[in-house]
Nanobody, 129 residues
Framework: QVQLGESGGGSVQAGGSLRLSCAPEGIFNRYVMGWFRQAPGKDREFVAAYSWIRADTYYADSVKGRFSVSRDNAKNTLYLQMNNLNPEDTAVYYC???????????????????????WGQGTQVTVSL
């Protein structure tokens, strides 16, 4: 059974921080794990991902230098640390999993939503001025 669940969303002021958690069951450290978000009126977009094969992290340009992905193997949890938040970060954030990397480059996660099969229910992040 594959299940994903996000938590840690909330409302913060610009410049603040939040840490999102993803507690996957059945796929953690086996499938590709990524973070996506969807803002009102926009398509769901890639935020970040972790490559198990390359031991590296990948980020959208809009969050590079502000967000970071980490893992806690003991707790079987994936985290998205979000720092220096701005109103443009306001969105529903989703933890997602894919059965393969699909990017066309070995070990590099895909940034396309259609390449991810499993999705959490989403957690709302709201950043105000």
């Amino acid at each position: 059974q594959v299940q994903l669940g996000e938590s840690g969303g909330g409302s913060v002021q610009a410049g603040g921080s939040l840490r999102l958690s993803c507690a996957p069951e059945g796929i953690f450290n086996r499938y590709v794990m990524g973070w996506f978000r969807q803002a009102p009126g926009k398509d769901r977009e890639f935020v970040a991902a972790y490559s198990w094969i390359r031991a590296d992290t990948y980020y959208a340009d809009s969050v590079k230098g502000r967000f970071s992905v980490s893992r806690d193997n003991a707790k079987n949890t994936l985290y998205l640390q979000m720092n220096n938040l701005n109103p443009e970060d306001t969105a529903v954030y989703y933890c997602a999993a894919a059965t393969a990397y699909y990017s066309g480059v070995y070990g590099v996660p895909s940034r396309r939503t259609t390449d991810y099969t499993y999705w959490g229910q989403g957690t709302q992040v709201t950043v105000s001025l």
